[in-house]
């Protein structure tokens, strides 16, 4: 997501947040940039809830957070949906 706002990022600074470079952003925002500005409705069905529950897994790795990671099964279902989330990125970048 952070690659494809190096393409955005004038307008996700405009709309967000104007210091920040993307490496420093929150998921949060920038999950909300791509819902309200990149992702069409039906992208949006998918990937929004997708990057949500990501968002809620990841800040589990903090000392004392006891959150639900999910199975074995989960994890391998979201490696292969990332795959398709890491395609779908990339079909937005321009090439030279």
């Known amino acids: 997501m952070q690659l494809l706002l190096s393409v955005w990022l004038h307008d996700f600074r405009r709309e967000f947040d104007r210091e920040k470079e993307p490496p420093e952003l929150m998921l949060h925002s920038v999950q ?3 819902s309200q ?4 409705d039906a992208e949006r069905a998918v990937w929004d809830p997708w990057v949500t529950e990501v968002r809620k897994r990841r800040n589990a790795v903090h000392a004392f957070c006891d959150r639900d990671l999910g199975e074995h099964a989960d994890f391998l279902a979201d490696v292969r949906r990332y795959l398709h989330f890491m395609k779908a990125i990339n079909s937005r970048l321009p090439y030279p």
């Open 37 to 40: 500005n990149v992702w069409t």
């Open 32 to 34: 909300t940039f791509f």
